[in-house]
């Protein structure tokens, strides 16, 4: 399919770019001369951006098409990420991954809006699945392969390559992408982006959704994203390399969980209940984090991969989303559910920077603290879970 050929490389380096900071933090610390705090904001900088991009991007999917709307995006995204290879303060680097968010804003939105407007109802989900489970592909290489690149060529070297990388995926998004005809709404007027996004907001099932949607994609985004390395470093005494082995086993298990839910879905018939078990499980492995993780290094590695694999509920939440939006309103209804997820991220990325600092600040030790940020996690989960049962289904016909 096309939409793969078009958008995968660049969804692969989408995964990349909001993964890769946990497993270089020491170094990119040292190098801008920061701390936890403020890698926090450097990390949350690219949700931050991305999130707020989500409202123009919508419009211009449903309006413009995702041909020029990916293409502008990802020229934007080429300069942040050449720019961030080359920042020497905090500053520098924040404003970088800042255009690096912008540049991947409307990747995973395009594919989606194509899929929603080309293929069967019924293969939405399944192929969100698939393109998420080969796009979490970029969360192996922002592992390992990165800590291995980074500890022999240094982490801004290996910056610059993924910054021609995404120049690339740039070229190659333009040149194959090609846009669907024009939805129009049931009056024939088009809707501007206040208009639509009001429409949005009268979508009662919507309000059910969001504290899930804010809340279940960001905490398994910033474990994996911001902290496990940190805290196989701080906790269990490994060296770069090794916490960036723990992270790939991570992202491996994301990556099976992707293409997990995509079979359940298709076997099951039915997205709601994956999504309310798989984040009461994901609930139940941070708790477990939280009273064992700090004993064991293993057992450490084998729950952040159990989180890995059950709490990537995100293609099927948005699947269960999708059901809710009219078809001249898909691109900016998928984008203001993606609004929240990837807000969602920043939040918890900025707020989970601040909390640590605080903890240490405290005089908490590293297990104390990570414990704390975990049990944090799990009862943020059980809550977006209780309220989220209540949700229905299906659309009023």
Same mark, same amino acid.
């Given at each position: 399919?096309?939409?793969?050929?078009?958008?995968?490389?660049?969804?692969?380096?989408?995964? &990349?770019?909001?993964?890769?900071?946990?497993?270089?933090?020491?170094?990119?610390?040292?190098?801008?001369?920061?701390?936890?705090?403020?890698?926090?904001?450097?990390?949350?900088?690219?949700?931050?951006?991305?999130?707020?991009?989500?409202?123009?991007?919508?419009?211009?999917?449903?309006?413009?098409?995702?041909?020029?709307?990916?293409?502008?995006?990802?020229?934007?995204?080429?300069?942040?990420?050449?720019?961030?290879?080359?920042?020497?303060?905090?500053?520098?680097?924040?404003?970088?991954?800042?255009?690096?968010?912008?540049?991947?804003?409307?990747?995973?939105?395009?594919?989606?809006?194509?899929?929603?407007?080309?293929?069967?109802?019924?293969?939405?989900?399944?192929?969100?699945?698939?393109?998420?489970?080969?796009?979490?592909?970029?969360?192996?290489?922002?592992?390992?392969?990165?800590?291995?690149?980074?500890?022999?060529?240094?982490?801004?070297?290996?910056?610059?390559?993924?910054?021609?990388?995404?120049?690339?995926?740039?070229?190659?998004?333009?040149?194959?992408?090609?846009?669907?005809?024009?939805?129009?709404?049931?009056?024939?007027?088009?809707?501007?982006?206040?208009?639509?996004?009001?429409?949005?907001?009268?979508?009662?099932?919507?309000?059910?959704?969001?504290?899930?949607?804010?809340?279940?994609?960001?905490?398994?985004?910033?474990?994996?994203?911001?902290?496990?390395?940190?805290?196989?470093?701080?906790?269990?005494?490994?060296?770069?390399?090794?916490?960036?082995?723990?992270?790939?086993?991570?992202?491996?298990?994301?990556?099976?969980?992707?293409?997990?839910?995509?079979?359940?879905?298709?076997?099951?018939?039915?997205?709601?209940?994956?999504?309310?078990?798989?984040?009461?499980?994901?609930?139940?492995?941070?708790?477990?984090?939280?009273?064992?993780?700090?004993?064991?290094?293993?057992?450490?590695?084998?729950?952040?991969?159990?989180?890995?694999?059950?709490?990537?509920?995100?293609?099927?939440?948005?699947?269960?989303?999708?059901?809710?939006?009219?078809?001249?309103?898909?691109?900016?209804?998928?984008?203001?559910?993606?609004?929240?997820?990837?807000?969602?991220?920043?939040?918890?990325?900025?707020?989970?920077?601040?909390?640590?600092?605080?903890?240490?600040?405290?005089? &908490?030790?590293?297990?104390?603290?990570?414990?704390?940020?975990?049990?944090?996690?799990?009862?943020?989960?059980?809550?977006?879970?209780?309220?989220?049962?209540?949700?229905?289904?299906?659309?009023?016909?």
């Amino acid at each position: 399919m096309t939409v793969f050929l078009a958008l995968l490389p660049a969804y692969f380096l989408s995964i &990349f770019y909001r993964s890769f900071l946990s497993v270089i933090a020491n170094p990119v610390m040292a190098d801008l001369g920061i701390g936890p705090r403020e890698l926090g904001f450097l990390g949350a900088a690219w949700f931050i951006a991305f999130a707020v991009s989500q409202f123009p991007i919508g419009w211009a999917l449903d309006r413009l098409g995702p041909r020029r709307t990916v293409s502008v995006a990802m020229a934007v995204g080429s300069v942040g990420a050449v720019l961030f290879a080359m920042a020497s303060n905090a500053l520098a680097g924040t404003f970088a991954m800042a255009l690096i968010g912008i540049g991947c804003a409307p990747i995973f939105m395009a594919s989606l809006f194509l899929f929603a407007r080309t293929a069967e109802p019924a293969r939405f989900a399944f192929l969100t699945s698939v393109l998420i489970g080969l796009g979490s592909l970029g969360n192996i290489l922002a592992a390992g392969p990165l800590a291995l690149a980074s500890a022999h060529y240094g982490w801004r070297t290996a910056m610059l390559v993924m910054a021609a990388c995404f120049l690339v995926a740039t070229l190659l998004a333009a040149m194959l992408l090609r846009d669907p005809p024009r939805a129009e709404s049931a009056s024939g007027k088009a809707e501007g982006l206040v208009e639509g996004l009001a429409s949005i907001l009268r979508l009662r099932p919507l309000w059910l959704l969001a504290p899930i949607t804010l809340i279940g994609y960001a905490i398994v985004a910033t474990a994996r994203g911001l902290w496990i390395a940190p805290f196989m470093g701080d906790v269990h005494g490994f060296d770069a390399i090794t916490a960036g082995n723990a992270a790939t086993a991570m992202a491996l298990a994301m990556v099976g969980g992707a293409f997990l839910y995509g079979g359940l879905e298709k076997f099951v018939g039915r997205v709601k209940p994956l999504v309310l078990w798989g984040t009461v499980a994901t609930a139940v492995a941070f708790a477990l984090l939280a009273l064992t993780g700090g004993s064991s290094a293993a057992l450490a590695v084998v729950l952040f991969s159990a989180i890995g694999a059950v709490g990537f509920t995100y293609a099927v939440l948005m699947a269960h989303a999708r059901i809710f939006f009219p078809a001249h309103l898909l691109g900016r209804g998928m984008t203001a559910v993606n609004f929240l997820f990837i807000s969602g991220a920043a939040l918890l990325q900025s707020g989970s920077g601040w909390f640590i600092a605080t903890q240490r600040a405290s005089g &908490f030790d590293a297990a104390t603290t990570f414990a704390n940020l975990h049990w944090g996690f799990a009862a943020l989960l059980l809550g977006a879970a209780v309220v989220y049962a209540f949700t229905p289904e299906r659309a009023e016909s």
